[in-house]
């Protein structure tokens, strides 16, 4: 089975921090993906990439960079925190691959982070 | 522009009744894909169903179904005898052929079954 895995559930951090937030999956998908998720606005994309050190700006990407050097593994990094950026963050990953499972995005267990 | 609706944000019902989410969709392009996910209180997304644009036939999964209507652009999913263990939050969201595109999801359904 796919497993995609994040660094950490819960994460507290200060304001002004450089946050580094971390998914890896397992199953050599190309596409890999960031949401936030907040109450009442659903899953937001912040950046995703289609391939190594390639990435793409989503929906929110002001506040949030990413890095891609290997093909498992995707980074979030909030280079300042800031309260505002307190949210619960999905990765996510999906592959190009024809077949019953094309496209179909597969989630980590989230990260609630937590700005003071 | 590519949108999902869903224009339910929480329903309550008790246990063994039949409930039914609705998902509206936006789209220019004539290949798409539907997507539900299940996200229950663990917070991980969990895959239900993908249902392509040519293949308009309703699915049923054990007490799960699924009504797509491509003329009302449509993804509707229905839990028959919801379980205590159906409350989750529930989302849909559309994709394109081009597989190398995100996911463009509602911002979801929650749904609490009362014992």
């Known amino acids: 089975d796919v497993k995609v895995t994040q660094s950490s559930r819960y994460l507290v951090k200060r304001t002004g921090e450089k946050v580094f937030l971390e998914c890896v999956q397992d199953?050599?998908?190309?596409?890999m993906f960031w949401y936030r998720q907040d109450p009442g606005l659903g899953l937001r994309l912040i950046y995703f990439s289609y391939d190594v050190k390639m990435k793409e700006k989503g929906d929110i990407p002001e506040g949030y960079s990413v890095s891609r050097e290997k093909k498992e593994r995707f980074s979030l990094i909030l280079e300042s925190a800031s309260t505002n950026q307190t949210s619960m963050y999905l990765c996510?990953?999906?592959?190009?691959?024809?077949?019953?499972?094309?496209?179909?995005?597969?989630f980590g267990p989230g990260t609630r982070l937590t700005v003071l | 522009a590519q949108k999902v609706t869903q224009a339910q944000t929480e329903i309550s019902v008790v246990e063994k009744e039949d409930v039914t989410l609705d998902c509206v969709y936006e789209?220019?392009?004539?290949?798409?894909?539907l997507f539900w996910y299940k996200q229950p209180p663990s917070g991980e997304l969990v895959f239900l169903i993908r249902r392509n644009s040519f293949d308009e036939q309703n699915e049923i999964s054990g007490r799960y179904s699924w009504n797509f209507q491509k003329s009302t652009s449509s993804f509707n999913f229905t839990i028959t005898a919801s379980q205590v263990v159906d409350s989750a939050v529930y989302f849909c969201?559309?994709?394109?052929?081009?597989?190398?595109?995100?996911?463009?999801f509602g911002k979801g359904t929650r749904l609490s079954v009362i014992a």
């Open positions: 996510a990953s999906s592959s190009l691959l024809a077949g019953a499972r094309y496209n179909e995005q597969f």
């Open positions: 199953m050599d998908h190309e596409n």
């Open positions: 969201a559309l994709s394109f052929r081009r597989g190398n595109t995100p996911l463009v």
């Open positions: 789209t220019r392009d004539t290949t798409y894909y």
